[in-house]
């Protein structure tokens, strides 16, 4: 096997269309820990996988996240649910990432908060697989199964933080995604039913019984889909708001328990 050396990689990146040939090259080789390694994920670049999951690891608030096949790659946009969720409650103790995926936003809302108890779950077992290894070293736990009836009984009336990166994706509008998601990504992370807040009405419906006075629901969605979030959130009782960034391309709708 000839060595690759950074040119090389960068030129057969470029050619199959990445980009973003030279970062993506600098961060094959330096995370390749054989030469054999290297060319591998360099062939499964160029034959269209994503990168993270080439790689094997993403990017999300700081952390390196572990992504396993078949397992929703963590955004870099919903780093600001995690933002606005540590502003909303900054003393969270109890903690929950409902709708996990990898466990990118438990993990990187344990990191932030000193010693929070952290539950995760999802009904995906590829995806509960995953974030039980991202959620290990925070002492947290990974839970399968559908929406709250994953989580321990125990968490009624206890959580502080409640994060659900839920599915949003319209079903009607999925076939429009991008290759990387459609083709690599389960439908159950993307497809949210026809207007694709199913499963976020199921989670505010509920939400204010896992919820402790003070804590905070958060989800994720466009900025369409808005309006009628923040109306299903005031519907389940909350006091809902929106907030925005420009920059990350985020809408969140969060709702507090008063
Ligand atoms: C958009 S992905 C978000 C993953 C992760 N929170 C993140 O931000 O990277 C949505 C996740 O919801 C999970 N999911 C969909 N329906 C669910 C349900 N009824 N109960 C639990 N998890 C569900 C999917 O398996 C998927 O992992």
């Known amino acids: 096997m000839p060595l690759l050396t950074t040119p090389s990689v960068v030129t057969a990146l470029r050619a199959a269309g990445c980009v ?6 600098e961060l094959i080789l330096t995370t390749a820990r054989t030469p054999d390694e290297a060319a591998t ?7 269209g996988l994503p990168l993270e999951l080439v790689l094997g690891w993403a990017e999300f608030a700081g952390l390196r996240i572990t ?14 649910l995690v933002e606005r969720a540590l502003a909303a409650v900054p003393t969270a103790s109890v903690v929950v990432d409902l709708c996990c995926g990898s466990g990118a936003v438990g993990a990187a809302l344990a990191a932030s908060l000193d010693g ?7 009904i995906d077992p590829a995806a509960v697989h995953c974030a039980r290894r991202n959620l290990a070293p925070h002492g947290g736990h990974a839970h399968g199964g559908d929406l709250f009836a994953a989580l321990p009984a125990h968490l009624r009336g206890r959580v502080d933080i409640l994060a659900a990166n839920v599915p949003y994706v319209p079903t009607g509008e999925v076939p429009f995604l991008p290759s990387e998601a459609r083709d690599h990504e389960p439908l159950v992370a993307l497809d949210g039913g026809t207007d694709g807040l199913d499963v976020l009405r199921r989670v505010a419906a509920e939400a204010p019984e896992w919820l402790a006075p003070g804590g905070c629901l958060l989800v994720e969605t466009s ?17 809902a708001r929106t907030a925005v960034s420009a920059e990350m391309h985020a809408h969140v709708v969060l709702g507090t328990l008063t």
Not at 41 to 47: G, K, Q, Y
Not at 67 to 80: H, I, S
Request: no cysteine; net charge negative; hydrophobic share 45%.
């Open 20 to 25: 973003f040939a030279e970062d993506e090259a």
């Open 223 to 239: 900025e369409r889909q808005a309006p009628t979030a923040l109306a299903t959130f005031r519907r389940s009782g909350l006091t």
């Open 67 to 80: 992504v396993e096949p078949g397992v929703f790659v963590p955004r870099r946009r919903t780093e600001f």
């Open 116 to 122: 929070a108890e952290l539950h995760a779950a999802d």
């Open 41 to 47: 994920m360099v062939d499964r670049r160029v034959a």
